[in-house]
Protein backbone atom coordinates (compact mmCIF):
# COMPACT_ATOMS: atom_id res chain seq x y z
CA UNK A 1 0.00 0.00 0.00
CA UNK A 2 1.26 3.12 -1.20
CA UNK A 3 1.44 6.17 1.31
CA UNK A 4 0.31 3.76 4.37
CA UNK A 5 1.23 5.03 7.98
CA UNK A 6 0.97 1.31 8.94
CA UNK A 7 -2.32 2.50 11.18
CA UNK A 8 -5.41 -0.05 11.96
CA UNK A 9 -7.80 1.68 8.75
CA UNK A 10 -4.85 0.68 6.27
CA UNK A 11 -4.70 -2.93 7.89
CA UNK A 12 -8.00 -3.33 7.80
CA UNK A 13 -8.59 -1.92 4.30
CA UNK A 14 -5.81 -4.60 3.31
CA UNK A 15 -7.64 -7.45 4.99
CA UNK A 16 -10.51 -6.96 3.75
CA UNK A 17 -9.73 -6.20 0.02
CA UNK A 18 -7.38 -9.88 0.54
CA UNK A 19 -10.25 -11.19 1.56
CA UNK A 20 -12.72 -10.24 -1.59
CA UNK A 21 -9.80 -11.17 -3.65
CA UNK A 22 -9.23 -14.25 -2.07
CA UNK A 23 -13.08 -15.27 -2.59
CA UNK A 24 -13.25 -14.20 -6.16
CA UNK A 25 -10.10 -16.29 -7.04
CA UNK A 26 -11.77 -19.68 -5.94
CA UNK A 27 -15.19 -18.50 -6.92
CA UNK A 28 -14.74 -15.76 -10.46
CA UNK A 29 -14.88 -18.90 -12.80
CA UNK A 30 -17.54 -20.51 -11.91
CA UNK A 31 -19.87 -17.86 -11.92
CA UNK A 32 -18.61 -15.36 -14.57
CA UNK A 33 -16.69 -15.32 -17.89
CA UNK A 34 -13.58 -14.40 -18.01
CA UNK A 35 -10.62 -14.46 -15.27
CA UNK A 36 -10.28 -12.69 -11.85
CA UNK A 37 -7.59 -9.47 -12.04
CA UNK A 38 -6.92 -8.64 -8.43
CA UNK A 39 -6.60 -5.53 -7.32
CA UNK A 40 -2.69 -4.58 -7.49
CA UNK A 41 -2.27 -1.34 -6.01
CA UNK A 42 -3.69 0.82 -3.12
CA UNK A 43 -3.33 3.91 -1.87
CA UNK A 44 -3.65 5.31 1.66
CA UNK A 45 -4.32 9.44 2.12
CA UNK A 46 -5.57 11.09 4.94
CA UNK A 47 -9.16 12.63 4.06
CA UNK A 48 -9.07 14.76 6.98
CA UNK A 49 -6.01 16.52 6.09
CA UNK A 50 -6.59 19.45 3.69
CA UNK A 51 -3.01 19.21 2.24
CA UNK A 52 -3.37 15.63 1.20
CA UNK A 53 -4.83 15.19 -2.29
CA UNK A 54 -6.53 12.02 -3.36
CA UNK A 55 -4.56 9.36 -5.55
CA UNK A 56 -6.25 10.55 -8.97
CA UNK A 57 -4.98 14.10 -8.41
CA UNK A 58 -1.08 12.69 -8.01
CA UNK A 59 1.33 11.67 -10.07
CA UNK A 60 2.23 7.94 -9.23
CA UNK A 61 5.61 7.37 -7.66
CA UNK A 62 5.74 3.82 -9.83
CA UNK A 63 4.11 1.67 -11.59
CA UNK A 64 1.44 -1.12 -9.94
CA UNK A 65 3.10 -4.36 -9.24
CA UNK A 66 1.79 -8.04 -7.93
CA UNK A 67 4.43 -7.08 -5.22
CA UNK A 68 1.30 -4.88 -3.29
CA UNK A 69 -0.83 -7.84 -3.17
CA UNK A 70 1.85 -10.12 -1.93
CA UNK A 71 3.12 -7.71 0.68
CA UNK A 72 -0.82 -7.13 1.72
CA UNK A 73 -1.03 -10.66 2.04
CA UNK A 74 2.29 -11.10 3.95
CA UNK A 75 0.42 -8.89 6.76
CA UNK A 76 -2.01 -11.78 7.35
CA UNK A 77 0.60 -14.35 6.67
CA UNK A 78 -0.90 -15.92 3.68
CA UNK A 79 1.71 -14.85 1.03
CA UNK A 80 4.06 -16.64 -1.00
Do not use: C
Request: hydrophobic fraction near 30%; glycine fraction near 8%; aromatic fraction near 8%.
Amino acid sequence: MQDTDGGDIDRLTLLAVNDVADFWEKNYGASLAGTFTPIEHLVSYDSNDPSARPYAERRPTRSPTRSTARAARSWRGTGP
